[in-house]
């Protein structure tokens, strides 16, 4: 399929409509007209104020979960009455089905719950008791404003810090990036580098391609024989259109593998083939696949010598000792040891026969595409296990060409179409790893660049306030919990930390100010699908904000106001404006796309972008003279020097397998035999919506273990079981199932942390057990790898 194709199908509306409509959009409120269902081809039929009608409207939540679905929302004065999705009639062959997901259909029930919050709160017990008296706006501001005064005064702008918090990262305008904004017209303040979601193949992948390795356009993978997912499970994740894709592939022929411990929901939906394997080894797997392609002579030699360094001992960069090349590490020339499938199925628990089938498969099969999910390189060894399939990729010729795939997951060229607002430069230069945080707020002078720290030798200053807005990440979803709350506990240490949320979460018992914000659907913004989408989509208040809830921006311009500092801040633009504005930006930044004006965008709903189909390095293949890959030796390094220099045994060159901390080979699993993992669960974005009913009736937080795992310990179906190590306890029911490979369990990640007073945590909270240990070279996050044992309770 030609990317024209699908815009020439696109829904189409002529100017005159626009205009017609565009009129209308300002002349009515929300609740006067009603859109047919056709969005774009749209007619809108004004009806009479008085006769209560209900709007059908195309909207989309801002969440972090990939896909930017179009909702349905019926809204019937002033209230979202009833969710749908896009019609069969709307149906467009060339555009990739967006269809709301359970997810997606049970918004009305986090959005209209009880427990919301709905005012804001100041602590009173301890931090972390969780006990709270309601207080005015007015009030909570000018707290705001008082303790950025002072806390500035006495420690400088650098004790100011904005935590992760991803809840509205779907959308271009968000509270936290406000946040910073206001910080950086006053002083600035501490910022963090790493996205705990795949920063570790961020880092890694541009050791071999100079650049980090990016997908392709999925309409590119149409006529691939074979694909295998190896850790990644768009059936529940979405990943923007990829399921749409994948689906279509499948009923064309397609040959899906998936390698991952579990029998995912992708595996069950897609896979001809699933291969479980230890995790943490993948690296083991990817060393004996290339062992049986390289022996059994599959690799493709004229692609290798053309583009590649580091392959053998003739393509290695000067000055570099013999023996250390691929085809050396696999014969074992240098360590005795030939890195055979019979080695790795003792470390994967592949049986031999499956490696060496799944490797002649992938070098036989021309283009073929391995695409890495991010479960994978959530590990300590995640850059290597992100960079070894960047490898495998280059070994076979399956690097810059249609149906192939380069490698470690990103989406298309790591795109991003809105522009966002305006950012003042930041005067503070240190940045952190989002790993350092506790420690930056414990003791800021153990954070070195060693640690992590960058743009500076030392921090100037302890994290003294921190804003948490739209995000679960102090105590909930950053690992090892007990470490951090600690830290927060002590109040001798961040002296102020402000969240906002719409709900009390195990993190928000962590604050001194607690604010209620709106939800998706009580302001305006723009949903972006992650990079393998390719639409821009109208987020539309479609309701009033409930009790006192109010916008960050909202609250956040007040502060500024009393700072003294609210025109610059604001620039005088509401919510809407900024939106508007940014809407402006991104049009005039792209002027072939032809994007409607705001206006029009507010009755066409979506844009669809006419991105020609995309293979990551598909110039450096075509034409290597002129477009060299932008590593040092303008080749794709299978060996890297820079890797080399850095004298770390867990940063080989070549990024093989070495056994990870916490992985099956440790000597704790003497102690801890189990591996513990987590998934991005169908019922949830992390752990936004953990307490909506309907979707927690989807599937509950169980413990997945195997059978035989669980015989041996007496354990038998919905038992209650601790799930225990030295970090933590945490008791669910076990879900005994053939879809967890032995010697490994699995949870959903995301449940609320809900400890008793002894600290037992009763939610399946995976990050009581999970470590802070950060990664060797992109000092980044490890959440995956830890080791557990299972008792019956
Ligand atoms: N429904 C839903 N969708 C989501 C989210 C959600 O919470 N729910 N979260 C969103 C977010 S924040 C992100 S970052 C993305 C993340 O998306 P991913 O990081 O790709 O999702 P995960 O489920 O963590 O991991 C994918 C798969 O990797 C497997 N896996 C774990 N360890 C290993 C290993 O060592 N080797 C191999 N081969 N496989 C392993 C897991 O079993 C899982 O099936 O998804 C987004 N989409
Ligand atoms: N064990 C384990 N832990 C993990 C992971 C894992 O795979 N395993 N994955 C990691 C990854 S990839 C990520 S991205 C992080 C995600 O961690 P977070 O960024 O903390 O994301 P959420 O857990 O979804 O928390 C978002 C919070 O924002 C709230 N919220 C929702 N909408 C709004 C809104 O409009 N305004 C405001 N103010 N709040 C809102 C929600 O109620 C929720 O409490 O978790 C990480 N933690
Ligand atoms: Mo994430």
């Known amino acids: 399929m030609k990317s024209n194709d699908k815009c020439d199908n696109a829904p189409k509306i002529t100017r005159r409509d626009f205009v017609k409509v565009s009129s209308m959009v300002a002349a009515l409120p929300l609740v006067g007209f009603k859109f047919s269902h056709a969005a774009g081809k749209s ?29 349905r ?52 017990g301890k931090r972390g008791e969780g006990k709270f008296v309601r207080i005015s706006w007015d009030e909570a501001t000018t707290l705001i404003a008082d303790n950025l005064q002072r806390i500035t005064d006495k420690y400088g702008p650098a004790s100011r810090y904005v935590h992760v918090g991803t809840a509205v990262s779907g959308g271009t305008f968000s509270g936290d990036t406000m946040a910073r904004r206001l910080l950086n017209l006053t002083g600035g303040h501490l910022s963090y580098y790493h996205s705990v979601s795949m920063g570790n193949t961020a880092a890694a992948t541009p050791y071999t391609y100079g650049v980090a390795a990016s997908g392709n356009s999925l309409d590119t993978l ?56 230890r995790p943490s080894t993948d690296n083991a797997l990817m060393d004996a696949m290339m062992y049986v392609i390289i022996t059994e ?53 592949v049986p031999a026969q499956t490696i060496r089938q799944l490797a002649r498969d992938y070098a036989m099969t021309k283009p073929a595409a391995l695409i890495q999910g991010w479960g994978p390189q959530r590990h300590n060894c995640g850059e290597r296990t992100a960079r070894g399939s960047t490898l495998l ?101 961040i002296e102020f930390i402000v969240a906002s949320d719409l709900y009390l979460t195990p993190s928000a018992r962590y604050v001194d100010l607690l604010l209620p914000e709106t939800s998706f659907m009580e302001r305006w913004n723009i949903g972006e699908t992650w990079g393998t989408g390719n639409y821009l989509m109208l987020s539309e208040k479609l309701i009033e904000p409930p009790f006192e809830s109010r916008s960050d921006y909202d609250w956040l311009r007040e502060v500024a106001a009393k700072l003294g500092i609210e025109q610059e801040f604001s620039q005088g633009r509401t919510e809407k404006e900024w939106i508007a504005h940014i809407w402006e930006n991104t049009r005039r930044a792209m002027p072939d796309e032809k994007l ?80 513990l993992i987590t998934w991005k669960g169908k019922n949830r974005a992390s752990s936004t919506q953990y307490t909506n009913p309907w979707l927690q009736e989807v599937q509950t937080q169980k413990l997945w273990i195997n059978p035989a795992d669980a015989e041996r310990r007496g354990i038998v179906q919905g038992d209650s079981v601790r799930i225990h190590n030295n970090r933590g306890v945490t008791q669910i029911p076990a879900e005994v199932t053939q879809r967890i490979m032995p010697g490994v369990v699995a949870m959903q990640a995301g449940a609320w942390w809900q400890p008793d007073a002894s600290g037992v945590d009763y939610g399946g909270c995976a990050n009581v057990l999970s470590s802070a240990r950060i990664t060797a070279l992109a000092k980044g996050n490890s959440h995956q790898t830890m080791l557990v044992e299972v008792v019956k309770a």
């Open 222 to 277: 149409t006529d691939t024989p074979l694909v295998i997912l190896w850790g990644h499970n768009p059936t529940e994740t979405i990943f923007g259109h990829t399921n749409h894709y994948f689906q279509q592939m499948k009923q064309n022929g397609t040959r899906f593998i998936v390698v991952d411990p579990r029998y995912s929901d992708t595996a069950s939906s897609l896979a001809d083939e699933w291969i479980p394997l």
């Open 43 to 71: 007619s809108v039929t004004p009806s009479p104020l008085a006769t209560p009608v209900v709007s059908v409207v195309p909207t989309c939540s801002t969440f972090d979960c990939g896909g930017k679905c179009d909702i």
């Open 393 to 493: 990729a280059t070994i076979t010729g399956n690097v810059g060409i249609k149906g192939g795939w380069a490698g470690g997951y990103g989406g298309i060229g790591n795109r991003k179409f809105t522009t966002g607002p305006e950012m003042p430069d930041n005067p503070v230069k240190q940045k952190i790893s989002v790993m350092n945080w506790v420690q930056a707020a414990d003791d800021a002078s153990q954070v070195r660049p060693q640690d992590g720290l960058t743009g500076g030798e030392k921090l100037d200053s302890n994290i003294r306030m921190l804003f948490s807005l739209a995000g679960n990440y102090l105590a909930n979803q950053n690992p090892d919990i007990h470490q951090a709350v600690k830290v927060l506990e002590d109040e001798s240490k």
């Open 297 to 349: 002579n599959l690799h493709d030699k004229t692609f290798i010598e053309r583009y590649t360094l580091g392959f053998d001992e003739s393509s290695m960069p000067e000055g570099v000792p013999a023996n250390e090349s691929l085809v050396a590490y696999l014969t074992g020339a240098k360590d005795g040891v030939k890195k055979t499938p019979e080695w790795a199925e003792v470390i994967t628990h």
């Open 73 to 124: 929302a019926h809204v019937q004065d002033g209230a979202v009455i009833q969710i749908t999705t896009l019609p069969d009639a709307e149906l467009d062959p060339a555009m990739p089905v967006m269809r709301a997901c359970v997810r997606g259909r049970s918004y009305r029930k986090f959005v209209y719950h009880p427990d919301r919050l709905k005012y804001p709160m100041k602590r009173v």
């Open 596 to 675: 409607p004006t705001f206006e029009e965008l507010q009755v066409t709903r979506r844009h669809l972008f006419k991105s020609a189909p995309f293979v990551a390095f598909e110039d450096n293949i075509r034409d290597p003279k002129n477009h060299p890959f932008q590593t040092p030796s303008g080749k794709i390094e299978i060996f890297s020097r820079r890797l080399y220099d850095m004298h770390h045994p867990e940063i080989p060159a070549l990024s093989h397998y070495v056994p990870a901390h916490e992985g099956p080979e440790d000597p704790l699993a003497k102690e801890y035999p189990l591996q």
